[in-house]
C-alpha cells in the first residue's frame, strides 16, 4: 500500500532508544572496520581480501556506526569505476577459487551511488526520512545486490516509523552478504531494536544472540 | 406539439392558482373530469419536479476534469552506464524534446555523432523541483563516457520523464475531456452554423428551427433536416432508451427546458462537446469532440485543420451513416455541405470553403485508445483502483510517475513481433497453418525491486483490447517446478541438489479412482537421476515423483508463500502445471525466486503528485521475506543450470557463456502454451506463447517463448547474475552420478551448493570415467 503519511510521534522516541543502544553495542563512532577472513567452508575458501573503509564527516544521521558516506578505495573517486559493477562474470577456470565474496568496493566505486548516499544522508539529516528513503531505492536500482544500500534504507524505512519494514530490510540486506561481518551485526540489532518495541522479546532475543555470535 | 402542451399545463396550473376561482360545481361526471384533471396536473408536477432532479444530478455528475499524467520512469544516466546513443535520442523524443543546430531553449538538444548537449527543463520530481540546465552527454561503445551539467562533471544526471498516457483514474474507458476554451472556434461555429444556428437565443426548444426544418422537409419531399436544437439533442443522452416515440421527444423537450433554466450557454454547449456520440469501435463508443479527433485522426483536437474539424460536425448528424471509414463518399458528401453551410452564414470566405471542400477526408486507420502503451496504461489503472479510493484520484490533474522503461518496452514489443511472425512462417512452410494468430505476452520487471519495466499484451504493438500479460490465465506445465524443489530443498535432511531421484514411471490413483500415468516430454524414462538433473532437463517423472513424496500441500504452500493468491486444487496434476495462472502471476512467483527468498509485489506505480507537484503519495519499497536465503539459492542454481545445459541452454549458445543467467522453461499438454520465466541481475522476464482460443501452440517452451526472451535480452544487454552465496550455504566438489562429495582433482566433479551441514557423504575418485571434464564452469 502506498505510504500517504510521515512518521508518528512515537517513532521519535524509539529512535533515540534504538541509536543509543546500537551505539553502545557497536563501540560507538565512525569506526574504520575491517574485514576478518571468513570462516572456512567445506570447500577451502581462502583468506579474504582485506579492504577498509572510511566514514566521512555528516553520518551521524544515520547512526554513529554506520558509515554513510564511503570514500572509495584509490585516489578517491575522481576516476572513473576501473570496473564496472556486475560486468565481471564467474572465473571460467576449474581451480579451487571459491566463489568471489561480496564486493562492497565495487559498490564504492561507482560515484553515482556515492552520491546517492550523500543526497540520502543529507535529507535525513534534514529529518526527511521519506525523501531519503526515495533516494536510497534510487541508488538501490542501480546496485540492486549492494547490501549496504539496503542496510541503510532499513535505517530510513526505521525513522520513518514503518517498524516491519525496517526489518525485513535488514533481513534482506543480510541475504545479501555471506561475510561483513560488521553489517550482520548492525542488521541483526536493527531487528532486535524492532522486536523488542513491538513487544516480542523472544525474536529480540534470539536477533541479539545471532548479532553477538557475529561479533566472535 | 410538445412546447405548447407543456406551456399549456403550466398556464393552467399557475392560472388556476392565479384566479382563485372556485370550480362551479357542475353534475357527478364535469366533476370526475375536473378531479382527473388536477391529479393529471398533480402528477406532471411531480414528474417534472423529479426530471428537474435527476437531470440536474446527471449534469453535475458529468463535468469535465482535468486528466491525470502518467510519466515513464526518468532516465538516470551515469558514467559507465549501458545505453546509447539511439537509446536517449528515444527518450528524448518521446519527453518532447525537439533536436536542433543549437540547445538554446529548454526541451532542446544537439545531437553530434555520440555527442549530446541538452537543455533540460525545469520539472517537479516528486522528491523536489530540479532547474533546468545544460547537460552534455558522451557515449562510446554502448555506454555513458562523460557526463557534465553546466560544464561541471557529474556523477549522475536524471533527465525528465516522458509522458506516456493521460487518464480519468475514476472513470473506466479512455475519455478525453475537453474545456470549452480548449475547443477550436472553428468548430463550435461549424457545429452551431449546421445543428443549431438559434443556440445562443433559444431556451432550450427552437420554434424557429422546427419551423425551418418543416418548411425544408416538405421542399425536399423528405426528412433532410432536424428541428431540435443543440440542448435536446444533449438530452437525448440523458435516459439509456434509444426510442423516438413522442413520448421521448415530449421527454427530451422537458429535459432540454429544463437544463437551460438551471446552467448557461456555455455550460451546455461544453457539456455537448463531451457527449455527443460520434462514433463506434467495437463494444468502445466514442463520446465527445476531443476523443473523435483521437479517434478519427489520431490527434488533439487543438491540432486539427478545418475540413477535419467539419468532418466531426458533419458525422454529428449520422454517425453509422456517415461512418467515414465505412462510407467515405457520405462523409465527404456531408462535411462539404457543412462547409457550405459555414460560408454561407459568413462564417468562412468561399476560398477557404472550396480549399476545405477539395481536401481528402485524412481519416486514419483506427487506432484504439490514447496511449501508445495501452498494455502498461491498464495495469496502472488497476493498480489505481485496487490501491486509492474514488476520492484519493478525484484530483485535477494528477502527475503519477510509473515505472515503465521506454527502451524495455519497445525491446519487448520488438522481439516478441518478430519472432512470432518468425514462428508463423515456420510453420506455414511446414504446411500446418493456424486459423488464428498466434499471440503472446511478457512482462519484464526489476528483480530486486519489483518495478515493473514493460508490459506487451498481444503481438500487435500500441493496440488497446485483451491485455494477456494481466488476463491471460493458462496452464503454466514446467513453470511450477521451482517451486516443488524449493519445498524440498527446504527440509535438508532430506533433500539437496545432490539426491537421487528415479525417473522412472509413475501411476497416481486419484481421488476419485481414476489413474494418471504422467510422461517425459520425450516419452523416456531417465532412470536415476539427481535433484539438479531433474529440474535442469525438466524431467516430468522424476519431479512427480518428488512432489508426491514432499506432499502436495507443502507444494501448494510453496507456491502461496512464493506469491499466488489464486487459490489452488492440490491435485497430483499441479506437479507439472496444470494450475492455471496469468503471466503476471507468474512474474510475482519467479521475483520471490529472483529476490533470494524476499517476496516483493509487482508495482507498475513510483509516485503521485498533484498538478502543482506537491508530493501525495508513493508505493515504497517492501519486502517480504518468505523463505530463507539458502533454498532459493539453491534453486536459483538449478535454474542457472537450466540456462547453462539444460532446456534452455539455447541462451548459452545466443547470448554467450559469459552473462549468467537463471530460468525455467515450460510447455504445456499438446504443446499448446509456450512459455518461458528467467532473470539476470537487473531483468527479470516472463513470456507466454499461444493462441486465444486454445490450439496448440506447436512448440515448446525452449523453441518460442525462450527465444522471444533470448531476442529481448541481447537487445537489452544485461548484467550477468553474480554468485551470492548467502551465509548457511557452502560448497562442495560433488560426484552427481554417485551423489558423493569428493576432492577436487576429481574429474567429472562439479561444485555444488548446499546448505551447511547437509553435504552428502565423501567418496574417492574411483567409479568416474577418466578425463570428464566438469558439466559447468567452477
Request: some cysteine; charged content about 25%; proline content about 5%.
Amino acid at each position: 500500500m502506498p505510504a500517504n503519511t510521515i512518521p508518528a510521534g512515537r517513532s521519535l522516541a524509539f529512535l533515540l532508544v534504538s541509536v543509543l543502544v546500537m551505539d553502545a553495542c557497536a563501540g560507538g563512532g565512525s569506526a574504520r572496520h575491517n574485514t576478518d577472513s571468513s570462516s572456512a567452508s567445506a570447500g577451502g575458501q581462502p583468506a579474504e581480501m582485506r579492504r577498509t573503509y572510511v566514514a566521512t564527516a555528516g553520518s551521524e544521521a544515520m547512526g554513529s556506526e554506520w558509515t554513510a558516506t564511503v570514500r572509495p578505495l584509490g585516489d578517491g573517486g575522481s576516476a572513473p569505476p576501473r570496473e564496472l559493477p556486475g560486468s565481471e562474470s564467474i572465473p571460467s577456470s576449474s581451480d579451487a577459487a571459491a566463489p568471489r565474496p561480496i564486493q562492497l568496493s565495487q559498490a564504492q566505486n561507482n560515484p553515482a551511488v556515492a552520491s546517492l548516499l550523500s543526497t540520502a544522508n543529507s535529507q535525513s539529516q534534514a529529518g526527511d526520512h521519506a525523501r531519503a528513503a526515495a533516494t536510497l531505492e534510487r541508488a538501490i536500482a542501480i546496485e540492486p545486490n549492494n547490501a549496504w544500500l539496503w542496510h541503510y534504507l532499513a535505517a530510513a524505512r526505521l525513522r520513518e516509523g514503518r517498524l516491519d519494514q525496517a526489518a525485513s530490510l535488514a533481513a534482506k540486506s543480510n541475504s545479501l552478504t555471506a561475510t561483513d561481518r560488521p553489517l550482520q551485526i548492525n542488521n541483526w540489532k536493527l531487528i532486535a531494536a524492532v522486536r523488542r518495541h513491538q513487544g516480542d522479546a523472544g525474536a529480540a532475543a534470539a536477533a541479539e544472540s545471532r548479532a553477538a555470535a557475529r561479533l566472535k | 406539439m410538445p412546447s405548447k402542451t407543456r406551456r399549456k399545463t403550466r398556464q393552467t396550473t399557475s392560472s388556476r392558482r392565479r384566479s382563485g376561482r372556485r370550480p362551479r360545481r357542475a353534475g357527478g361526471s364535469g366533476r370526475l373530469i375536473r378531479r382527473l384533471l388536477i391529479l393529471m396536473v398533480v402528477l406532471a408536477t411531480a414528474y417534472v419536479g423529479w426530471l428537474d432532479l435527476h437531470v440536474r444530478a446527471q449534469f453535475e455528475g458529468r463535468r469535465w476534469a482535468v486528466p491525470a499524467r502518467l510519466y515513464a520512469r526518468p532516465v538516470e544516466l551515469y558514467p559507465g552506464m549501458r545505453f546509447d546513443s539511439a537509446a536517449l535520442e528515444h527518450e528524448l523524443r518521446a519527453a518532447g524534446y525537439q533536436r536542433t543546430a543549437a540547445p538554446s531553449r529548454a526541451a532542446t538538444y544537439v545531437r553530434e555523432g555520440n555527442q549530446f548537449r541538452v537543455h533540460t527543463r525545469r520539472f517537479q520530481f516528486w522528491d523536489g523541483e530540479h532547474a533546468a540546465r545544460r547537460v552534455g552527454i558522451q557515449f562510446r561503445n554502448g555506454r555513458v563516457r562523460g557526463l557534465t551539467a553546466e560544464g561541471k562533471k557529474q556523477a549522475l544526471v536524471r533527465l525528465d520523464p516522458a509522458i506516456i498516457g493521460r487518464i480519468y483514474p475514476n472513470h473506466h474507458e479512455d475519455r478525453v475531456l475537453v474545456r470549452l476554451e480548449e475547443v477550436p472556434r472553428g468548430l463550435v461555429a461549424a457545429l452551431l452554423s449546421v445543428e443549431d444556428r438559434d443556440f445562443e437565443h433559444h431556451h432550450g426548444v427552437s420554434p424557429r428551427a422546427i419551423a425551418r426544418a418543416m418548411w425544408a422537409n416538405l421542399r425536399a419531399g423528405a426528412v433532410v433536416q432536424g428541428g431540435s436544437t443543440l440542448t435536446q439533442q444533449l438530452a437525448k443522452g440523458y435516459f439509456l432508451s434509444t426510442d423516438r416515440t413522442w413520448w421521448r421527444k415530449l421527454n427530451d423537450a422537458a429535459i432540454a427546458l429544463i437544463l437551460e433554466a438551471h446552467y448557461d450557454k456555455a455550460d451546455l454547449l461544453e457539456a455537448y462537446v463531451n457527449e455527443v456520440y460520434l462514433g463506434q469501435d467495437g463494444r468502445r463508443s466514442i463520446h465527445g469532440f476531443g476523443l473523435a479527433a483521437h479517434f478519427y485522426f489520431g490527434r488533439d483536437l487543438e491540432a486539427l485543420r478545418l475540413p477535419e474539424m467539419a468532418m466531426l460536425v458533419a458525422v454529428v448528424r449520422g454517425p453509422s451513416y456517415s461512418n467515414p471509414r465505412r462510407h467515405p463518399d457520405r462523409a465527404t458528401k456531408r462535411r462539404n455541405m457543412v462547409l457550405d453551410q459555414m460560408q454561407a452564414l459568413g462564417i468562412i470566405t468561399q476560398a477557404r470553403a472550396k480549399q476545405g471542400k477539395a481536401t481528402p477526408l485524412g481519416v486514419i486507420k483506427a487506432r484504439r485508445g490514447t496511449s501508445r502503451y495501452p498494455a502498461f496504461v491498464d495495469l496502472v489503472r488497476r493498480q489505481l483502483r485496487r490501491d486509492y479510493r474514488d476520492e484519493d484520484l478525484r484530483g485535477e490533474g494528477l502527475r503519477i510517475f510509473t515505472t515503465l522503461d521506454l527502451r524495455a518496452q519497445r525491446m519487448a514489443e520488438a522481439a516478441l513481433q518478430n519472432r512470432i511472425t518468425l514462428l508463423e512462417r515456420e510453420r506455414t512452410s511446414a504446411g500446418k497453418k493456424s486459423k488464428t494468430p498466434l499471440e503472446g505476452a511478457i512482462l519484464v520487471t526489476a528483480p530486486q525491486s519489483g518495478e515493473v519495466l514493460a508490459v506487451v499484451g498481444g503481438r500487435r504493438q500500441g493496440e488497446a483490447g485483451f491485455n494477456r500479460a494481466l488476463d491471460a490465465v493458462r496452464p503454466v506445465g514446467s513453470l511450477i517446478k521451482p517451486a516443488i524443489y524449493l519445498a524440498a530443498l527446504e527440509r535438508p535432511r532430506q533433500y539437496t541438489l545432490a539426491s537421487p531421484l528415479m525417473d522412472k514411471p509413475v501411476t497416481i490413483r486419484g481421488a476419485s479412482g481414476n489413474l494418471w500415468r504422467p510422461k517425459n516430454y520425450d516419452d523416456t524414462a531417465h532412470g536415476r537421476t539427481s535433484l539438479y538433473e531433474a529440474l535442469v532437463k525438466s524431467y516430468n517423472l522424476a519431479t512427480v515423483r518428488l512432489g508426491m513424496e514432499v506432499g502436495l500441500d507443502e507444494v501448494t504452500e510453496s507456491l502461496q508463500r512464493l506469491g499466488i493468491e489464486r487459490p489452488l486444487k492440490p491435485y497430483p496434476s499441479l506437479l507439472l502445471g496444470a494450475a492455471e495462472l496469468s503471466p503476471v502471476e507468474v512474474t510475482q512467483m519467479y521475483q520471490t525466486l529472483a529476490g533470494g527468498g524476499f517476496r516483493v509485489p509487482v508495482r507498475a506505480i513510483r509516485e503521485m503528485t498533484s498538478a502543482r507537484g506537491e508530493p501525495l503519495s508513493r508505493y515504497p519499497l517492501s519486502v517480504q521475506q518468505a523463505f530463507e536465503p539458502g533454498p532459493v539459492f539453491l534453486v536459483v542454481e538449478a535454474m542457472r543450470g537450466v540456462m547453462a545445459e539444460g532446456t534452455g541452454r539455447s541462451a548459452r549458445a545466443r547470448l554467450g557463456a559469459g552473462l549468467i543467467t537463471a530460468g525455467k522453461t515450460g510447455t504445456t499438454d499438446g504443446l499448446r502454451d509456450s512459455w518461458f520465466a528467467g532473470f539476470s541481475e537487473d531483468i527479470l522476464a516472463v513470456v507466454w506463447l499461444g493462441h486465444d482460443d486454445n490450439t496448440p501452440a506447436g512448440f515448446s517452451g525452449s523453441k518460442g517463448a525462450l527465444q522471444v526472451w533470448i531476442d529481448m535480452m541481447k537487445s537489452l544487454g544485461p548484467r550477468s547474475l553474480k554468485a551470492q552465496t548467502p551465509g548457511g550455504v557452502a560448497w562442495a566438489w560433488t560426484d552427481l552420478q554417485r551423489g558423493l562429495t569428493t576432492e577436487i582433482e576429481c574429474p567429472g566433479a562439479v561444485r555444488f551448493p548446499y546448505l551447511r551441514g547437509s553435504e552428502p557423504r565423501r567418496g574417492h575418485c574411483g567409479g568416474l570415467r577418466a578425463g570428464t571434464k566438469p558439466a559447468r564452469p567452477g
